[in-house]
């Protein structure tokens, strides 16, 4: 095994487009796995693997993902490589979402607790609080993936505050922190992390071209909020998404 190239250690990732063929993530079961070495290698035990449940992904549901994350669980095993998995996806906020059985989302650990959502806007769309609501009804914790990649954020950075109020936790992408530093999204990622705004901070792994970027992110991160911070965001608020 590769020797540690980070200082935090025992981090568990919550976005990751880690299973091959799925979505625009790995392509390959060879992709997947080079990616599960270099994570490890980084400091990475755990891994949620976090397909798009977009409608133009009609297969991934919360019966397959589970499915899906067990065959490739038995191939890093087979490779001795010690990345745990687990499922979980990441919802695409659309206007027509509530017209579906909430039951159905594809949750963290399919437990119906913790849901990753994402939403790209120029402006706050009206269907967004009334479908975060939706899901809180339904005993649901909603995470906002890369709120610093929003338009709509980047151009109204106190929209911090109103997801707060509604109970909304956010979650960095560490590729943002390794941007042009006069990148809208890094600029907002930067501010972000200085303002605390951050519950977690995911990889959002796509494939392994891109992702020396995000564990460069991952050290820029370190650098400006500390490691203990980086822990908080990696290691210890993730473990509250294995809850059952």
């Not at 990751?16 to 060879?30: I, M, N, Q």
């Not at 599960?36 to 798009?52: L, N």
Request: glycine residues 6%; contains cysteine.
């Amino acid at each position: 095994m590769e020797r540690p190239l980070f200082p935090v250690q025992g981090m568990l990732d919550i976005h990751s487009h880690l299973l091959p063929g799925v979505d625009d993530g790995c392509a390959s079961l060879k992709d997947s796995m080079e990616c599960a070495r270099r994570m490890v290698a980084a400091g990475y035990t755990e891994s949620f693997c976090t397909p798009h449940f977009w409608p133009s992904y009609p297969k991934t549901t919360r019966e397959s993902i589970p499915r899906w994350v067990e065959t490739l669980q038995r191939e890093l095993e087979a490779n001795a490589i010690p990345l745990k998995l687990y499922p979980g996806s990441e919802i695409s906020l659309r206007p027509n979402l509530m017209e579906g059985d909430v039951r159905l989302l594809p949750t963290f650990g399919m437990a119906g607790k913790y849901a990753l959502i994402d939403l790209w806007a120029d402006r706050m769309p009206t269907f967004f609080e009334p479908t975060i609501r939706w899901m809180q009804a339904a005993g649901m914790t909603v995470i906002l993936a890369h709120p610093e990649r929003m338009r709509a954020v980047q151009e109204d950075p106190a929209l911090a505050d109103y997801f707060a109020e509604l109970g909304v936790l956010l979650q960095g992408n560490l590729q943002c922190f390794n941007d042009r530093p006069d990148a809208a999204p890094r600029i907002t990622v930067e501010r972000f992390i200085a303002e605390d705004r951050y519950f977690f901070l995911g990889s959002d792994l796509h494939n392994p071209e891109s992702l020396n970027m995000r564990l460069r992110g991952l050290n820029r991160a370190i650098e400006l909020a500390g490691i203990s911070r980086v822990q908080k965001l990696t290691v210890e608020n993730p473990r509250i998404l294995l809850t059952q």
